[in-house]
């Protein structure tokens, strides 16, 4: 029974730590097929922590939504505001990013760093007044008792609506670009962008939704730290956890069904090291701390070993800014 227990946690945190990397890597792959290449994640997931946090913190404190109804305060928690928030931050965070790497072909690299940068400025300066503060966790759902089942139930049918969203995302974002007409498009522009131009798509307007989704996406990786992973908000929570994001895209080579592969094993790496020293394994907790990091250079190593396969389906266009002849 004991060790049916330990197991039980093990697979829930393990849930809990691939959350944040599956929403912010899915969102970042569909950025990447657009042909760019987004280095911000680590800001926008920031924006997307102190926003969520702050929106359910305010929402909660000032009674907002009973002033408006009381009947509408029973089914609206304070977190659902949170994740609105969450996302609308990641989005807005990745508009400057768009406009000068879009509308004026600014260098993406650079850009998207300097996005990082202004990102965990911003939310260090908005969350100050936060810092302390406790927070209420995004509430687990309860599909019709079924939590209830040993082992599976609290694994399965006991999770809050962002990792249920995430794991839904896989799907969904797999049958957009693969099975759709606005897919293969974005495919196309980040295939070749000339070649899409002169076909007459719209390369500018495709390759702000991608980058906008992928913000909104950032923004939610980012709130599910700090409304279900730990419910408050700290400086530097997001912990490098965009730039594991980055390298699971390429971890992926591209392909959504293994983003989730990759952040579960992302998930399971970043929690076992705790939950063996819990056991009494003598493991310094610096190793610990960055082992996630060491994984992911470790992958990044191999992967890059095969070139072909690493070719084979990365855009052709990633990276290179898109000026239509005048």
Same mark, same amino acid.
């Given at each position: 029974?004991?060790?049916?227990?330990?197991?039980?946690?093990?697979?829930?945190?393990?849930?809990?730590?691939?959350?944040?990397?599956?929403?912010?890597?899915?969102?970042?792959?569909?950025?990447?097929?657009?042909?760019?290449?987004?280095?911000?994640?680590?800001?926008?997931?920031?924006?997307?922590?102190?926003?969520?946090?702050?929106?359910?913190?305010?929402?909660?404190?000032?009674?907002?939504?009973?002033?408006?109804?009381?009947?509408?305060?029973?089914?609206?928690?304070?977190?659902?505001?949170?994740?609105?928030?969450?996302?609308?931050?990641?989005?807005?965070?990745?508009?400057?990013?768009?406009?000068?790497?879009? $509308? =004026?072909?600014? #260098?993406?690299? +650079?850009?998207?760093?300097?996005?990082? %940068?202004? !990102?965990? /400025?911003? *939310?260090?300066?908005?969350?100050?007044?936060?810092?302390?503060?406790?927070?209420?966790?995004?509430?687990a759902l309860n599909f019709f008792g079924l939590s209830n089942i040993p082992i599976i139930g609290?694994?399965?049918?006991?999770?809050?609506?962002?990792?249920?969203?995430?794991?839904?995302?896989?799907?969904?974002?797999?049958?957009?670009?693969?099975?759709?007409?606005?897919?293969?498009?974005?495919?196309?522009?980040?295939?070749?962008?000339?070649?899409?131009? $002169? =076909?007459?798509? #719209?390369?500018? +307007?495709?390759?702000?939704?991608?980058? %906008?989704? !992928?913000? /909104?996406? *950032?923004?939610?990786?980012?709130?599910?730290?700090?409304?279900?992973?730990?419910?408050?908000?700290?400086?530097?929570?997001?912990?490098?956890?965009?730039?594991?994001?980055?390298?699971?895209?390429?971890?992926?080579?591209?392909?959504?069904?293994?983003?989730?592969?990759?952040?579960?094993?992302?998930?399971?790496?970043?929690?076992?090291?705790?939950?063996?020293?819990?056991?009494?394994?003598?493991?310094p907790s610096q190793f610990i701390s960055a082992l996630p990091y060491l994984a992911t250079i470790?992958?990044?190593?191999?992967i890059s070993r095969n070139r072909a396969k690493l070719r084979a389906n990365t855009p052709a266009?990633?990276?290179?800014?898109?000026?239509?002849?005048?």
């Amino acid at each position: 029974m004991l060790e049916s227990a330990m197991v039980t946690a093990i697979l829930l945190t393990v849930i809990t730590a691939a959350t944040p990397l599956l929403l912010a890597a899915t969102g970042e792959l569909v950025v990447e097929r657009s042909g760019v290449l987004n280095l911000g994640m680590e800001g926008m997931m920031a924006m997307g922590a102190v926003g969520g946090f702050a929106a359910a913190n305010l929402t909660e404190s000032t009674g907002f939504i009973g002033n408006i109804s009381p009947q509408l305060a029973e089914f609206i928690h304070p977190t659902f505001i949170g994740v609105l928030a969450a996302a609308i931050c990641g989005v807005i965070t990745a508009v400057p990013f768009a406009f000068l790497v879009i $509308n =004026l072909a600014a #260098n993406q690299v +650079a850009t998207g760093l300097s996005l990082t %940068l202004l !990102g965990l /400025g911003a *939310a260090a300066m908005i969350g100050e007044p936060f810092l302390g503060l406790p927070g209420e966790r995004l509430p687990a759902l309860n599909f019709f008792g079924l939590s209830n089942i040993p082992i599976i139930g609290p694994i399965l049918f006991a999770q809050d609506g962002l990792v249920y969203f995430s794991l839904l995302l896989v799907p969904v974002v797999t049958w957009f670009l693969f099975r759709t007409r606005a897919g293969l498009s974005l495919r196309a522009v980040g295939e070749n962008h000339e070649s899409a131009h $002169n =076909l007459g798509l #719209n390369v500018p +307007a495709i390759r702000w939704m991608a980058v %906008l989704f !992928g913000g /909104g996406c *950032a923004g939610l990786g980012g709130g599910y730290l700090s409304l279900a992973y730990t419910p408050l908000w700290t400086e530097n929570m997001v912990a490098g956890r965009g730039w594991i994001a980055l390298a699971l895209v390429v971890f992926a080579t591209w392909i959504p069904t293994r983003i989730a592969i990759g952040a579960y094993l992302f998930g399971a790496v970043t929690i076992l090291g705790f939950h063996a020293q819990s056991a009494g394994v003598p493991i310094p907790s610096q190793f610990i701390s960055a082992l996630p990091y060491l994984a992911t250079i470790i992958v990044l190593v191999l992967i890059s070993r095969n070139r072909a396969k690493l070719r084979a389906n990365t855009p052709a266009a990633l990276g290179r800014p898109f000026v239509p002849a005048r």
